[in-house]
């Protein structure tokens, strides 16, 4: 069912984290262990996937709050939005390349991409089977298929915008903070380049 929140109401939904994930045993522990920006070898304030999922979530509902007119005209889903943000990245962890860089999108070939895409879509499928079949009323597997691969919904792709929004903010907190790493050119080891 799609339908708008108010403000409170987002504010309790993103309350509702621990209630929702109760039954997914291992799941924040496993988000712990996987740092992002990796390719960057030094970091001042390293941020891991389980952070960087509730920062996502948390934007979303900032966004939100400041862009009613945006959900109610789009026809937006909004806890699934949420929901999403907060799962985003969960199959990174059951990837043989880990958190990836968007930013080494350009430098990868055609068979590298291939090769990810593989990788995507085998580690949705080996993180789908690990928890259970729903979280907050919704597939995870469709969630995570929607926002990791197809991004063809809407609420997906606002969700993505949000991930590229704080991961942008990760960066600027780097660099104003003196950390020269993040404002030079990347070399991802995944992909040598």
Same mark, same amino acid.
């Given at each position: 069912?799609?339908? !708008?929140?108010? *403000? ?18 291992? /799941? ?5 262990? &996987?740092?992002?920006? #990796? !390719?960057? %070898?030094?970091?001042?304030? %390293?941020?891991?996937? /389980? ?14 709050? =400041?862009? %009613? ?8 889903? =909004?806890? /699934? ?20 860089? +968007?930013? !080494?999108?350009?430098?990868?070939? #055609? ?6 895409? +593989?990788? &995507?879509?085998?580690? &949705? ?6 928890? *259970? =079949? ?6 995870? /597997? ?10 063809? +919904? ?28 993040? +404002?030079?050119?990347? &070399?991802? *080891?995944?992909?040598?380049?």
């Amino acid at each position: 069912m799609k339908h !708008s929140l108010s *403000p409170e109401e987002r504010k309790k939904f993103l309350g509702r984290h621990e209630e929702l994930f109760r039954d997914f045993t291992g /799941r924040e522990e496993l988000l712990q262990t &996987i740092t992002r920006y #990796k !390719s960057y %070898p030094h970091k001042l304030f %390293p941020t891991t996937l /389980r952070a960087h999922q509730h920062q996502v979530a948390a934007f979303v509902a900032y966004f939100l709050n =400041e862009f %009613p007119e945006l959900s109610q005209k789009a026809g937006l889903d =909004e806890e /699934r939005m949420i929901v999403m943000a907060w799962i985003h990245d969960d199959n990174e962890v059951d990837m043989r390349h880990g958190d990836i860089q +968007s930013a !080494s999108e350009v430098h990868r070939t #055609k068979k590298e991409n291939e090769d990810l895409l +593989s990788d &995507i879509q085998q580690s &949705i499928q080996c993180t789908a089977a690990r928890f *259970p =079949e729903k979280v907050g009323g919704f597939l995870y /597997r469709e969630l995570l298929e929607d926002v990791g691969m197809r991004v063809d +919904s809407r609420e997906s792709q606002l969700v993505k915008f949000c991930d590229k929004m704080v991961g942008f903010g990760e960066a600027l907190h780097e660099i104003h903070a003196g950390n020269t790493t993040f +404002s030079t050119g990347m &070399i991802d *080891p995944n992909f040598g380049r």
